[in-house]
């Protein structure tokens, strides 16, 4: 098309003026993506970019790989019907059948496996009226920094908008520990706490229905859950009838160096929540729990596209290529060498307060050097830099001082070092800026 208003700018001024002022990473990244192949985003002004965001973590083979645009193709091609409630399908057995294959053997055993609404936050919410029917109890134990979703009850299980039937509890971190120990014994202390509430007849904390954990915290700010202090949190669960619940929307299929982020600890949840890069880049969510929870009524937890056929292609393609390829394993290798090289640069870059992460979901806190407070607006003009530099990285973290890396898993070395190189050179130079 000719004219103005066709190119770049006439679409993101009109994106400016006729979409809602909630609008989030189309403010930070003024970029009109056209093209897209694995790592790589080409813009209509033809600028490509090192897509680091990869759909806020979902694209676990990168865009439009091979193997997920055949699973689409062949349902396409095949005449089958795209939209079909719940019933039964081919596709969809073939997607349940993967999924059963990757989930921890224990659980897989005897599961259940229940197809939500299509957005992670849905099957939160499906996790949370699961729990609480299978109970009887209200209440939910959730932890500080968490994010589970933006509907009612995922949303006050998340940090940042508590419901009042559910018991904050703190989530382990070094940086910023709130006993002021940090590591193994910051956890522990947690742990205690933890115990002590629940014990305790007077904590004012009644019986929950269950736990709600993400294995490493990602919008949080990339904060890797210790093993021992998971295992702690799945004995005293265990030992106080309260469900476990998993949200591994964020850390599941391979994205933190294992298939599932509980994996590290060797720990069974009783309920996993999936999404994003299930539905191999389309819109997919389910819970997997184990099948003595399945006291649900017939149509108690219901949902129109529950049978997003292309999705379950798409996922089932995805989990078999990462499980043949070994792609957690190699995403646990290729994150330790790029976290180890950032650790390196935070050597020469005292804004770096800390490098975190686990495979390929990796963070760097940035901070006032002074004072170590959180350094949002520095945090903000890496980004900036990054993009300059072609690089799409997403922030986070409870300040949004935290730089955020989710490659896919498929990133090859030279493109590892890419990465790294840009945002080498974007961190000091937006230092440089000094913004306040
Ligand atoms: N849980 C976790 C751990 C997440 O990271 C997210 C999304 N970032 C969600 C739930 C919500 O998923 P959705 O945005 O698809 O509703």
Redesign the pocket.
Known sequence: MAGAGCGTEGILRRQAQRESAARTYARSLPVVPVRARGLTIEGADGRRYLDCLSG?GTLALGHNHPVVLEAIRGVLDSGAPLHVLDLATPVKDAFTTELFANLPPALAADARVQFCGP???DA?EAALTLVRTATGRRGLLAFTGA????TAG?LGASGGAPDVRVTRLPYPQDLRCPFGVGGPEGAELGARWTESLLDDPKSGVPAPAAMIV?PTQ??GGVLPAPDAWLRRMREITAARGIALIA?E??TGVGRTGAFWGVDHAGVVPDVMVL??AIGGSLPLAVIVYRAELDVWAPGAHAGTFRGNQLAMAAGAATLAYVRENRLAERAALLGDRMTTALRGLAADQPCIAEVRGRGLMIGVELADPETGAAAPALAAAVREECLDRGLIVELGGRHSAVVRLLPPLTLTDEQASAVLDRLADAIPAAAARRPR
Request: no cysteine; aromatic share 6%.
């Open positions: 806020a957005a992670g936050t939160v994010y589970h979703g933006m995922a993400e990602g919008e949200d929307v964020q999404s994003k």
